[in-house]
């Protein structure tokens, strides 16, 4: 039995102290710590964290020969018992890696515990063990527990190092709050809420989500159905939230996942109303625990079994991420949770990201997926030109096609449920790895089946207001502001414009804007001579200037001053966005209901 005790070593430091005990190393034992955690596509090196290694046998130091990046190999000849002592420095507040302080603690296996070579099948205990002055702390995870205090400090059980690092720990004082939906036990846990927090609210909307999604996989209550869900989730659920004065994100686990929101998005005690960052917050609940389904068990192939040393490539994130984010939100109109406006004013915000993305005409989905590791996890200021988001673009492709099926009979609920049904009775240890094949395959007309291909494979541009019109919905362009009239995003600081992005193909890149210039001024011929303005917001261009007239901007450029030459938007419906009205409401309602 791999043993690892975890202990606080130092809180303003933010050092954990691992002790790893290998009962029966080999010859020249070899351990790794992972470079990467499974649902954040991206080498983040957890072995830089890592101090003060080393290890004993029989109370004698062993040597420790580094190998790699992130692989030591001992120096051990016995197989008697090794013990191997290291300190992780953990400051960083995300869902993907490790903190701890005098308030919290929190952790992903990925970014704690070393990988025994040779032995990370065999079952591995974690030990979590209190700190002095921290005697209110407690602790939440979704891994079974051997011997634990009522806090929860103590032993827990893990069947191997992948549920090892599939199991992320929280520490602290946070609320919690428990609910049972069909018989598997929710737990959540919430750390750094205000007093004003209603946990009551999000617990009973928590639930909603929950139960519309097991529904959703498992259909009507029945023996069949209650056997294959407690044989998922016997473990129970564990949802974690981290509320931050600002930040957001989730990772989704086996049989947990960690979340962050805003403090202030969080739902109030005393106010029924939800805010758009409290519903922004549901639809992240939704999307996480959708893929309690849709990547941890339904994954793909090529990630089965995960390589934790290097990048791990498929095309089909499109699908795990793109299709669980069509469902994160249409869950909540299912789950009574947003009205159908509401729905569809997300998926028009959703359409409108990816017209406002040039990449998406130059970069598939599939390949999206694939470069992941080096794209769209590695964003800089020219990436909306050079990429797409396989979340967004993804979701409007599983749009697309729910929306054709639907016309031909079927629905995307039934493929998603078919690919479950199929799959899920040929798992071992519960994953199921699936191919773009099984797909297609699973999917009722061929013609829909070679349209999604095509969608995926291709960079030509989704049918959506033709497929929309279908389900009774109506596309109308709005108009857009001056920034994306002109293809800028910019951000106004104290009377500044700084350019952050400029959009291939419209008139600020055909003008010459870069990111990073500050635009200062804006020169404007007139009757009476030449007049230039300072500006300090964009509405102050429409102030002195004429639309559809030349201009001249003054920007600055690593301190040197450029004039550009730019012409104005005549058209005020250049680049417009759009918004979804509904125009019947009985086929709207065939759709979002079911």
Same mark, same amino acid.
């Given at each position: 039995?791999?043993?690892?005790?975890?202990?606080?070593?130092?809180?303003?430091?933010?050092?954990?102290?691992?002790?790893?005990?290998?009962?029966?190393?080999?010859?020249?034992?070899?351990?790794?710590?992972?470079?990467?955690?499974?649902?954040?596509?991206?080498?983040?090196?957890?072995?830089?964290?890592?101090?003060?290694?080393?290890?004993?046998?029989?109370?004698?130091?062993?040597?420790?020969?580094?190998?790699?990046?992130?692989?030591?190999?001992?120096?051990?000849?016995?197989?008697?018992?090794?013990?191997? @002592?290291? &300190?992780?420095?953990?400051?960083?507040?995300?869902?993907?890696?490790?903190?701890?302080?005098?308030?919290?603690?929190?952790?992903?296996?990925?970014?704690?515990?070393?990988?025994?070579?040779?032995?990370?099948?065999?079952?591995?205990?974690?030990?979590?063990?209190? #700190?002095?002055?921290?005697?209110?702390?407690?602790?939440?995870?979704?891994?079974? +527990?051997?011997?634990?205090?009522?806090?929860?400090?103590?032993?827990?059980?893990?069947?191997?190092?992948?549920?090892?690092?599939?199991?992320?720990?929280?520490?602290?004082?946070?609320?919690?709050?428990?609910?049972? +939906?069909?018989?598997?036990?929710?737990?959540?846990?919430?750390?750094? +809420?205000?007093?004003?927090?209603?946990?009551?609210?999000?617990?009973?909307?928590?639930?909603?989500?929950?139960?519309?999604?097991?529904?959703?996989? $498992?259909?009507?209550?029945?023996?069949?159905?209650?056997?294959?869900?407690?044989?998922?989730?016997?473990? !129970?659920?564990?949802?974690?939230?981290?509320?931050?004065?600002?930040?957001?994100?989730?990772?989704?686990?086996?049989? #947990? /996942?960690?979340?962050?929101?805003?403090?202030?998005? &969080?739902?109030?005690?005393?106010?029924?109303?939800?805010?758009?960052? $409290?519903?922004?917050?549901?639809?992240?609940?939704?999307?996480?625990?959708?893929?309690?389904?849709?990547?941890?068990?339904?994954?793909? +192939?090529?990630?089965?079994?995960?390589?934790?040393?290097?990048?791990?490539? /498929?095309?089909?994130?499109?699908?795990?991420?793109?299709?669980?984010?069509?469902?994160?939100?249409?869950?909540?109109?299912?789950?009574?949770?947003?009205?159908?406006?509401?729905?569809?004013?997300?998926?028009?915000?959703?359409?409108?990201?990816?017209?406002?993305?040039?990449?998406?005409?130059?970069? #598939? &989905?599939?390949?999206?997926?694939?470069? @992941?590791?080096?794209?769209?996890?590695?964003?800089?200021?020219?990436?909306?030109?050079?990429?797409?988001?396989?979340?967004?673009?993804?979701?409007?492709?599983?749009?697309?096609?729910?929306?054709?099926?639907?016309?031909?009979?079927?629905?995307?609920?039934?493929?998603?449920? &078919?690919?479950?049904?199929?799959?899920?009775?040929?798992?071992?240890?519960?994953?199921?790895?699936?191919?773009?094949?099984?797909?297609?395959?699973?999917?009722?007309?061929?013609?829909?089946?070679?349209?999604?291909?095509?969608?995926?494979?291709?960079?030509?541009?989704?049918?959506?207001?033709?497929?929309? @019109?279908?389900?009774?919905?109506?596309?109308?362009?709005?108009?857009?502001?001056?920034?994306?009239?002109? !293809?800028?995003?910019?951000?106004?600081?104290?009377?500044?414009?700084?350019?952050?992005?400029?959009?291939? !193909?419209?008139?600020?890149?055909?003008?010459?804007?870069?990111?990073?210039?500050?635009?200062?001024?804006?020169?404007?011929?007139?009757?009476?001579?030449?007049? /230039?303005?300072?500006?300090?917001?964009?509405?102050?261009?429409?102030?002195?200037?004429?639309?559809?007239?030349?201009?001249?901007?003054?920007?600055?450029?690593?301190?040197?001053?450029?004039?550009?030459?730019?012409?104005?938007?005549?058209?005020?419906?250049?680049?417009?966005?759009?918004?979804?009205?509904?125009?019947?409401?009985?086929?709207?309602?065939?759709?979002?209901?079911?």
């Amino acid at each position: 039995m791999i043993q690892h005790r975890v202990e606080l070593a130092d809180l303003h430091a933010h050092l954990y102290q691992i002790t790893l005990t290998i009962p029966k190393p080999t010859p020249s034992q070899a351990f790794s710590m992972a470079a990467w955690i499974p649902g954040s596509y991206l080498v983040r090196e957890f072995s830089k964290h890592v101090q003060e290694l080393s290890a004993k046998q029989s109370g004698k130091k062993l040597a420790i020969l580094q190998t790699s990046k992130n692989t030591w190999r001992l120096a051990n000849t016995s197989t008697k018992p090794v013990t191997v @002592t290291y &300190l992780v420095y953990a400051f960083d507040a995300s869902v993907r890696t490790a903190f701890l302080d005098s308030t919290r603690g929190f952790f992903n296996g990925t970014s704690m515990f070393m990988r025994v070579i040779g032995q990370a099948s065999d079952p591995q205990q974690v030990a979590i063990e209190p #700190s002095v002055g921290n005697q209110k702390w407690r602790v939440a995870t979704s891994l079974p +527990a051997l011997k634990t205090s009522k806090a929860g400090f103590g032993t827990y059980q893990a069947s191997g190092y992948d549920e090892l690092a599939d199991s992320p720990f929280e520490l602290g004082q946070f609320w919690e709050g428990k609910f049972t +939906a069909r018989g598997i036990k929710h737990t959540f846990v919430v750390n750094g +809420a205000a007093a004003t927090f209603d946990g009551k609210r999000l617990l009973a909307d928590t639930q909603k989500i929950v139960e519309t999604e097991i529904n959703f996989w $498992y259909g009507k209550q029945s023996a069949q159905s209650e056997s294959l869900l407690d044989g998922a989730l016997s473990q !129970g659920y564990v949802f974690m939230l981290r509320a931050m004065d600002s930040g957001y994100g989730g990772l989704e686990h086996m049989n #947990s /996942t960690a979340l962050i929101a805003k403090r202030s998005d &969080l739902p109030r005690i005393g106010d029924s109303t939800a805010s758009d960052g $409290y519903v922004t917050l549901l639809g992240l609940i939704s999307h996480e625990y959708f893929h309690t389904w849709n990547v941890k068990r339904l994954r793909p +192939a090529e990630l089965v079994p995960y390589d934790y040393d290097v990048e791990n490539h /498929t095309e089909l994130l499109w699908f795990f991420e793109g299709f669980t984010s069509y469902y994160d939100d249409l869950i909540l109109r299912r789950a009574g949770l947003v009205s159908d406006e509401q729905y569809l004013g997300l998926v028009a915000k959703t359409i409108n990201q990816i017209q406002q993305t040039p990449g998406r005409l130059v970069h #598939s &989905l599939a390949s999206s997926s694939f470069e @992941t590791w080096t794209k769209y996890y590695r964003m800089d200021e020219n990436s909306v030109n050079s990429t797409v988001s396989y979340y967004t673009k993804g979701s409007l492709v599983a749009l697309c096609l729910d929306l054709m099926l639907r016309e031909r009979g079927s629905n995307l609920d039934q493929v998603m449920q &078919l690919l479950w049904q199929q799959h899920s009775t040929k798992s071992r240890n519960g994953i199921c790895p699936i191919t773009e094949e099984d797909l297609v395959q699973a999917i009722p007309d061929k013609a829909c089946g070679q349209a999604l291909l095509h969608w995926v494979h291709s960079t030509e541009e989704l049918p959506l207001s033709k497929l929309l @019109t279908s389900a009774g919905v109506e596309t109308v362009a709005v108009k857009a502001g001056l920034a994306q009239q002109l !293809g800028l995003r910019v951000s106004t600081d104290s009377g500044s414009i700084k350019v952050k992005q400029v959009l291939a !193909g419209t008139l600020a890149a055909q003008a010459g804007f870069a990111a990073g210039d500050e635009w200062l001024a804006v020169e404007i011929e007139s009757k009476t001579g030449n007049q /230039t303005w300072r500006i300090s917001n964009l509405d102050d261009v429409l102030l002195y200037a004429t639309t559809g007239k030349p201009i001249t901007v003054w920007v600055a450029r690593d301190k040197q001053m450029l004039k550009l030459a730019l012409t104005l938007p005549k058209n005020q419906m250049l680049n417009a966005d759009v918004k979804l009205k509904i125009v019947d409401a009985s086929k709207l309602a065939s759709w979002l209901a079911h």
